[in-house]
């Protein structure tokens, strides 16, 4: 009787130990946000519930902490946020870390800079829009050849 007890007490210590997974899970954002950059370099985006510095993107993109105007970003389905503004040559995607996020990626989209850039939710791709330019679909992994489309890069 009480190894037997002994025995179903360890076997439930053990089941509580596993991983617990929940899948498939969709991280995506149906549309962008365009986040105003304050006098800080803070964006805060209230539907989502976060914010973040932005200085140390503008040091990266233009060797210049000075963030002013607004960027864009979006999450894809798998929790990858995409992040560029006007004039940035590159789009960078993030993931969430412990109290930050974390460069994954960046891809050069202009040789000279975005006028107005847009972000679209395209089933796996994100979609890059600048103004009457051609589109661009991203993934978390770089610049994408749709297949269906038969497009250039």
Partial sequence: MKHTLLAILIASGLIGCASLK?????????????????????????????????????????????????????????????????????VYTFVANEGNLSQKNKFLVSETGLSSPAFNQRDQYIQLLNGKEKSIMLSRDGIQQPENKGEQK
């Fill in 22 to 90: 929940l899948e498939p899970a969709n991280f995506a954002w149906p549309v962008e946000s365009v986040l105003k950059i304050d006098s800080k370099g803070m964006v805060e985006d209230n539907r989502y519930s976060f914010s973040f510095n932005v200085k140390p993107l503008f040091q990266a993109e233009f060797n210049d902490t000075t963030a002013s105007g607004e960027i864009h970003l979006i999450r894809d389905m798998y929790g990858y946020y995409y992040i560029t503004a006007a004039k940035f040559k590159n």
